[in-house]
């Protein structure tokens, strides 16, 4: 390796790094042919250096992990049996949630074929949030595929060699996705029977020390419309009230106009919902929700409020994939809206199994040679 | 069947494969063996003591090689971990400039040095290239804890490059 003088060394490392990394960043084939080939020759060495160390592993979590894992076993125990009531009724819920979303012709992630596989390792790098999973290529999965575990999203394909296939993870910088925001209604507290309520002056006296607050129908000045109610009658209806039959919108026939509807669009007590960009921020913090609109109609966002995402051509995932929920909320002046800190419903330090949809975003596709 | 020998017996050969195998113990045990929450950089180390082991140009280019197979395994941009190795190699090799008959200590300060100072470029050269949220407190601990872990082990790391980077029939 002799004979080189010391700038030119220099030179060529500096120029070759300048290349590879150009190429790189262009998305080059031959970079992406080097690192399969590469992965072809390194992963069976990898695979036998993996069962040799496999012992020194596991004492070395036996070492540094063992009261956490024994605390983490309790705590799942109680958890266990407080979710699986949970789970069969939701299970019936989200059941009927594709059943309406398939006779509204709507996607739904039932409809969408995936492959589930298993991490078998993650980054070894301190500046990079990614986990290699035990499936690839022939199992389907394609660059950009959405993942996600039992809990929620944990991030999309960045790589896929045959039996392999890397994720970024939700939580690294380069990772984005658009998101809705569920905005719960404000907590409602139900009233018990003791409880008077004074609708003139809107005050609340209560018995009871649980309730702290109290829904009360807003008044409107408008005659015989109640807001919050589906159908509203004009005063002379109250005479003759419509049957359940004919209260469509706008049934008012010439020379019969003493009776007339005010239809109030349904869907009013629904969450609202607003769209974001979901972003990562790197190891130990939490990401963020960026550009969601000061909407007065969206209200208040509440902590807590579940992140969704929102779905469409251009999106990296599907529909109504859970992502997390509210953590913190910062607020900005002027226009700009808050932004979101996004607490992860997936765990990400402890990833096991993982399913991968086989969707492949619009924008992740190979153009056409 | 001797040429085969004779590719095996070239420094870059056994450099490859060696790197090889560090590699896949950086993938595999010093990935999931966190202290303080940090991977140790096995690779990182090759390269530092490559360079006090063979000087500053061959530490360069044995640095280089490591970083290339090191980003042919990770997400970042080809390139970038092959430029920041071989300016650590570089780095470590420059001990024996400025350093008269290095003593085993004096090798493993330089080498906890460079090998820190690898951990600071690298979230340096990835803000470079676009990538954000890598520059935070965090790469501190990260330096820390790679320098001390690697300046401990720099003697039998060292021994194995002037191995590995020997020419064939030259002293060892």
């Known amino acids: 390796m002799g004979g080189l003088t010391r700038r030119r060394v220099i030179a060529i490392l500096a120029l070759t790094s300048i290349l590879l990394i150009t190429m790189d960043l262009r998305n080059s084939s031959s970079v992406s042919s080097a690192r399969r080939l590469f992965g072809a020759i390194f992963h069976p060495i990898e695979g036998a250096t993996r069962v040799l160390t496999t012992p020194i592993n596991n004492i070395w979590h036996g070492i540094t992990d063992y009261g956490d894992v024994s605390q983490d076993n309790k705590r799942l125990k109680d958890l266990i049996a407080r979710q699986e009531g949970a789970t069969i009724a939701n299970i019936a819920g989200v059941r009927e949630a594709q059943e309406l979303l398939a006779l509204n012709g709507l996607p739904t992630l039932a409809g969408i074929d995936s492959c589930t596989g298993q991490v078998v390792g993650q980054s070894p790098s301190n500046f990079s949030q990614t986990v290699e999973i035990n499936r690839g290529r022939r199992c389907g999965i394609r660059v950009g595929m959405p993942v996600l575990n039992a809990a929620g999203l944990i991030g999309k394909v960045t790589e896929s060699l045959d039996d392999r296939a890397v994720v970024m993870l939700i939580t690294d910088p380069a990772y984005s996705l658009s998101v809705k925001i569920v905005n719960q209604p404000p907590p409602k507290v139900t009233v018990p029977n003791n409880v008077s309520v004074s609708p003139e002056n809107q005050t609340t006296t209560t018995t009871s020390t649980t309730t702290t607050t109290t829904t009360i129908a807003p008044k409107s000045t408008i005659p015989g419309f109640t807001p919050g109610v589906t159908i509203a009658t004009l005063p002379n209806a109250s005479q003759n009230p419509p049957s359940s039959e004919s209260t469509v919108a706008g049934d008012i026939r010439p020379g019969q106009g003493n009776v007339s509807q005010i239809t109030v669009p349904p869907g009013a007590n629904l969450p609202l919902r607003e769209t974001g960009a979901l972003e990562g921020r790197g190891l130990s913090r939490n990401p963020i929700v960026r550009f969601i609109e000061n909407q007065p109609r969206f209200g208040v966002v509440y902590i807590g409020s579940p992140i969704v995402s929102s779905g469409g051509a251009t999106s990296l995932a599907p529909p109504d994939i859970v992502v997390g929920t509210v953590s913190r909320i910062i607020s900005r002046s002027g226009t700009l809206g808050p932004l979101l800190e996004v607490k992860v419903a997936a765990n990400l330090e402890s990833l096991n199994f993982v399913r991968v949809l086989l969707y492949q975003p619009t924008t992740e596709r190979p153009s056409a040679p | ?172």
């Not at chain 2, 990935?31 to 082991?53: E, H, I, K, Y």
């Not at chain 2, 008269?100 to 330089?110: D, E, G, I, N, S």
């Not at chain 2, 600071?120 to 790679?146: C, S």
């Not at chain 2, 060292?158 to 060892?172: I, Y």
């Open chain 2, 1 to 172: 069947m001797n040429r085969i020998l004779a590719i095996a017996q070239q420094p870059l050969t056994r450099l490859f494969l060696v790197a090889l195998i560090v590699l896949s113990f950086q993938t595999t045990i010093f990935n999931t063996m966190r202290p303080f929450g940090v991977c140790l950089q096995v690779m990182l180390l090759l390269s530092t003591s490559s360079g006090l082991a063979r000087g500053s140009e061959i530490g360069a280019i044995a640095g280089f090689i490591i970083g290339m197979m090191y980003d042919l395994v990770l997400s970042t941009p080809l390139g970038l971990g092959a430029v920041v190795f071989a300016l650590v190699g570089y780095l470590a090799g420059m001990t024996n400039s400025f350093v008269h008959q290095p003593t085993w200590w004096t090798k493993m300060l330089l080498a906890g040095a460079a090998s820190g100072l690898g951990m600071l470029f690298m979230p340096l050269a990835l803000t470079i290239v676009g990538r954000e949220g890598v520059m935070n407190r965090h790469i501190l601990v990260v330096a820390l804890v790679v320098g001390v872990t690697n300046a401990a082990v720099t003697i039998p790391a060292e021994r194995l490059c002037r191995w590995v980077l020997a020419e064939p029939g030259q002293a060892r």
